[in-house]
DNA sequence: TTGAAAGCGCTAACAG
DNA sequence: CTGTTAGCGCTTTCAA
């Protein structure tokens, strides 16, 4: 076993200061060529690389950066992830990632474990337990010690500090205007309860783009679903949900704020003999492996979760390499979304 | 902004040393009463924590684990994650993810950027492009350095360290064998090259089984996709490639190395016009999202991800925390399979 | 051109 | 019971 090498034994074999090795490593105009080359020349045979630990203490920073999301087996979380990455090992940062299983306790003991010197700044994606509770007190004190935070998707408008949101009012009106363009006369909902701002913001959507086209809102077309928290048989929960909804409403075009919402009311309508799109058009928000696959397959709105991932790591970066400039003033960048045409919106016989 | 608290801020407040008052916060019984309660209550008030990049430096340790893997959007790899998290966290380590992108160079580049001091172990499963090349330099002087490795499910024979796989072999022979129980005669396999050795392992176990049947292995029916390394639209290609698969042989039943060619080969069935199960029986390696949400919902094989992610993280942190014990025993955990029958096995009128 | 010394934040052996 | 000192690996004045 070959233990790494230090600027202390480098020092010790060739007879000279710790110092000198430390400047002759790093081209310093200071050492004599001479000296540079030996000690270079050693360093490299025993393939010596500076010990990022100590780097960290010295410099006082780490060059990772913390991400916390609520879940990781999730197809936009990790779309945003690989982005994340992308950005930040272009800029020689790496990622620490932290599950907060959507429980606030968790996001709290993990905001406070990389806290203590581990990494440099935050992205977060909020808990829905935290998003629920109102409690963000965590997230305060963490900028209050000069850790910066970057939100993305699940922000939260209190709290001052860089986000990158998509424009999910808008975005949802576009969908729903492209069911009701489709010939849509019944238009329902599946969104989450109000305190996850993205799935407020995408029913706030649907109802204005109902009212601009003069149709009647009805709340019961609207299904907000109570998820358990830290629960893994939501599943059969949802498909219950959804079930009792469809017993309820007659939609012939259906609206969700993700893709699993989306594909599991396809499956229950299908068991109510429906044919989808012929009887029910459908599109969901967030694009993921599930809707290409789907059959049939699902038109989905693209967050374009890659690009967030990069914004969010450049916004941090940015603001960790240039503290001063700039200072306080928190930008929120958003960006855009796409609807794919897949077929669930695909009439054989378009109504117009 | 209130800068986080160091032991010497705390000790200058009260007038005491330093070593004091660490002393103090770690309830030795060398300092007296009073002091201990004054420093605590202080250090409460300030909400001190120490530093980690100090105890890492002082340890020689950092209670991170580094995960490197091919991917990140897979469903596999990351209830692999959570599986590892779970654990670690448990633990009080940290995971530092890096994505090779199937790319040799990316692994080796994170691998030797984590190296230096950041991480105290890695779980890896190896990238494609590794494997073709068979260059593992890069694993045997990272271990050789002292820095203890685990690998799962993608492991290399000739690298000596702790694994965790799934018996490939053996798992795929109770799949074919249940599509042979099931009725099917001519059963195709898709599979990968012969270098990514979960691909190679499983088209043994199908070869077994059709010889332990007295089936003749018709090398027609054995489907070797080519992918290609870092690229984004492997799905057209992949597409291609089963559709001639489908153009030269006819089969009705259909053992895949993964979900997503067991999905697309179901797409391109259902172009050709055959019914699935009726016409086509399939099963998948490796269960995810896309088989339980398909239609008809995939027959696959579960292999515990999480729980391989569990064993992983076990084995490195046993190794890491009894540096002495059990040297240079290393040990292969084998996670068990399941197959989880859906409809894709399920015929409306069993042949038998 | 080189080296000694201090310090990043913390712990621990040793002295007082 | 408390403080001094040294050291983890590195950089960076400052002095030689």
């Given at each position: 076993m070959k233990q790494k090498p230090t600027l202390k034994v480098i020092a010790k074999e060739l007879d000279v200061s710790v110092s000198t090795v430390s400047k002759a490593l790093r081209d310093s105009k200071e050492i004599g060529e001479e000296t540079k080359k030996k000690v270079k020349a050693f360093a490299k045979l025993y393939n010596y690389r500076p010990n990022n630990i100590a780097l960290s203490l010295k410099n006082k920073k780490t060059k990772t950066l913390g991400v916390i999301i609520p879940e990781i087996v999730h197809h936009f979380f990790t779309t945003v992830i690989s982005g994340i990455e992308h950005y930040a090992n272009d800029k020689g940062y790496n990622v620490i990632v932290g599950l907060s299983n959507e429980s606030f306790k968790k996001e709290v003991i993990n905001l406070e474990m990389l806290a203590n010197g581990s990494i440099d700044g935050f992205i977060i994606s909020v808990a829905k337990e935290t998003l629920s509770f109102k409690d963000f007190h965590h997230f305060s004190e963490t900028i209050d010690q000069g850790i910066p935070i970057v939100m993305f998707d699940?922000?939260?408008?209190d709290i001052e500090c860089d986000k990158v949101i998509v424009d999910d009012v808008k975005t949802s009106e576009k969908a729903v205007q492209k069911l009701i363009d489709g010939g849509c006369k019944n238009i329902g909902i599946i969104s989450t309860k109000d305190y996850v701002n993205v799935g407020r913001l995408r029913t706030e959507g649907y109802k204005n783009t109902l009212n601009a086209n003069h149709i009647k809102i009805q709340n019961s077309r609207i299904l907000k679903i109570d998820d358990k928290f830290n629960s893994d048989d939501n599943l059969e929960f949802l498909e219950e949900q959804i079930y009792t909804y469809f017993e309820e409403n007659e939609v012939d075009g259906l609206f969700t704020v993700n893709e699993l919402y989306a594909i599991t009311a396809m499956k229950v309508a299908r068991q109510k003999?429906?044919?989808?799109?012929?009887?029910l058009q459908v599109i969901g928000f967030t694009d993921g492996v599930l809707s290409r696959h789907a059959f049939p397959s699902l038109t989905t709105i693209s967050q374009h979760g890659f690009e967030m991932g990069e914004e969010s790591a450049k916004l941090l970066i940015d603001r960790l390499e240039n503290p001063?400039?700039?200072?306080?003033?928190f930008k929120t960048i958003v960006v855009k979304t796409d609807i794919i045409d897949r077929e669930t919106t695909k009439l054989r016989n378009p109504k117009k």
């Amino acid at each position: 076993m070959k233990q790494k090498p230090t600027l202390k034994v480098i020092a010790k074999e060739l007879d000279v200061s710790v110092s000198t090795v430390s400047k002759a490593l790093r081209d310093s105009k200071e050492i004599g060529e001479e000296t540079k080359k030996k000690v270079k020349a050693f360093a490299k045979l025993y393939n010596y690389r500076p010990n990022n630990i100590a780097l960290s203490l010295k410099n006082k920073k780490t060059k990772t950066l913390g991400v916390i999301i609520p879940e990781i087996v999730h197809h936009f979380f990790t779309t945003v992830i690989s982005g994340i990455e992308h950005y930040a090992n272009d800029k020689g940062y790496n990622v620490i990632v932290g599950l907060s299983n959507e429980s606030f306790k968790k996001e709290v003991i993990n905001l406070e474990m990389l806290a203590n010197g581990s990494i440099d700044g935050f992205i977060i994606s909020v808990a829905k337990e935290t998003l629920s509770f109102k409690d963000f007190h965590h997230f305060s004190e963490t900028i209050d010690q000069g850790i910066p935070i970057v939100m993305f998707d699940r922000v939260i408008d209190d709290i001052e500090c860089d986000k990158v949101i998509v424009d999910d009012v808008k975005t949802s009106e576009k969908a729903v205007q492209k069911l009701i363009d489709g010939g849509c006369k019944n238009i329902g909902i599946i969104s989450t309860k109000d305190y996850v701002n993205v799935g407020r913001l995408r029913t706030e959507g649907y109802k204005n783009t109902l009212n601009a086209n003069h149709i009647k809102i009805q709340n019961s077309r609207i299904l907000k679903i109570d998820d358990k928290f830290n629960s893994d048989d939501n599943l059969e929960f949802l498909e219950e949900q959804i079930y009792t909804y469809f017993e309820e409403n007659e939609v012939d075009g259906l609206f969700t704020v993700n893709e699993l919402y989306a594909i599991t009311a396809m499956k229950v309508a299908r068991q109510k003999g429906l044919t989808i799109p012929d009887d029910l058009q459908v599109i969901g928000f967030t694009d993921g492996v599930l809707s290409r696959h789907a059959f049939p397959s699902l038109t989905t709105i693209s967050q374009h979760g890659f690009e967030m991932g990069e914004e969010s790591a450049k916004l941090l970066i940015d603001r960790l390499e240039n503290p001063n400039e700039e200072e306080e003033l928190f930008k929120t960048i958003v960006v855009k979304t796409d609807i794919i045409d897949r077929e669930t919106t695909k009439l054989r016989n378009p109504k117009k």
